[in-house]
């Protein structure tokens, strides 16, 4: 079935080849590190993105995006994401990033570590769509969801502080089933991939299984569409790779 909104829809189908559109025919490459992690790592060897599987803790595997600034050198910024956070999320910001960095590549501009783009930019499409907004006088702000299962937390104050910039989760606040959480530096063009996609009206196919349980009842729900053939299927990409490669 299709559901709406996207933050209570459940993980869904998060794969290698779902998230991870990048170019391993142009100098990307992916890598299999120690105890099960999975790497793509860009031709320039500062910017990589993993998967971190933790079998042994349930729900505790993870997806990372680090900037280093210099090839696997000291980090320049970090986003994470649980693996339980709705894959059409994850590709999105993933796509963004792909974005980024080939606008970086081919111009002279630096996207990824100096990154132009307002703040505002990324929480102003969650007010448009009926999100909350408060201020507290610790520095942050937080924008919540009609509902209240879920919500976006700004710390716009960054002098002394530590945490954050941004964090956002779904759920129950005390219990959510999923959290991101974008590092002081991290580029805002990201961050408004994330809320672009977080309030994006295209409704995700969910299996009543993959739904949490605990917020079924606050979803907008249709019957799925029969799904169609896509006209192009990329090469796919292995979901475990199995040449030994540098880990981080």
Sequence with gaps: MRVLP??????????????WAFPFDDGWHLHQGLEGMVFAISPCARLWTRFAPKPEERGADTWTIGMDRAPF?????????????????????????LDLYLEDRHSDKNHLVEDPTAPHEVYTPLLTHG??????????????????????????????????????????????????????????????????????TEPLHRAVKQIPFHTRRHLYVAPAATPQPPSHLPPALPSAPHPAGRAR
């Design 73 to 97: 050198g000291p980090r320049a910024w970090e986003i994470t994401f649980d693996a339980t956070t709705p894959a059409e999320l994850l590709r999105d910001v993933h796509t963004e990033l």
């Design 131 to 200: 999100w909350s907004h408060s201020v507290k006088t610790d520095g942050t702000q937080t924008f919540l969801p009609p509902e209240g299962l879920g919500g976006v937390r700004h710390r716009y104050a960054t002098t002394g502080a530590d945490g954050p910039a941004w964090r956002a989760w779904g759920g129950y606040p005390s219990e959510p089933h999923w959290q991101a959480q974008f590092s002081a530096g991290a580029a805002t063009t990201l961050a408004a991939a994330f809320t672009a996609s977080l309030i994006s």
């Design 6 to 19: 996207r933050h209570l829809a459940g993980p869904g189908q998060a794969d290698l080849e779902t998230i």
